[in-house]
């Protein structure tokens, strides 16, 4: 690694537990980009690519449509 703002030689030391359980929940640290994520009240979906709202797990409910501008077409 080239970094200026490293004046020496550093090192960590993590320990690293193994879980037994055979479905663990991981917390996702990821923060990829376009990861277009939109809240509606207390629930979470994701925002396709042609504009429209994905739901973000399975047999999630869809959004509740007072919290969006109707149109008349």
């Known amino acids: 690694m080239i970094d200026h703002a490293l004046t020496r030689p550093w090192t960590v030391d993590k320990r690293y537990r193994r879980n037994a359980d055979p479905q663990p929940i991981w917390p996702e640290y990821v923060c990829n980009e376009n990861n277009a994520q939109i809240n509606v009240g207390k629930e979470n979906y994701y925002l396709s690519a042609d504009g429209l709202l994905m739901p973000a797990r ?11 501008k109707q149109t008349q077409k």
């Open 58 to 68: 399975k047999d999630q409910a869809p959004p509740d449509l007072r919290y969006f």
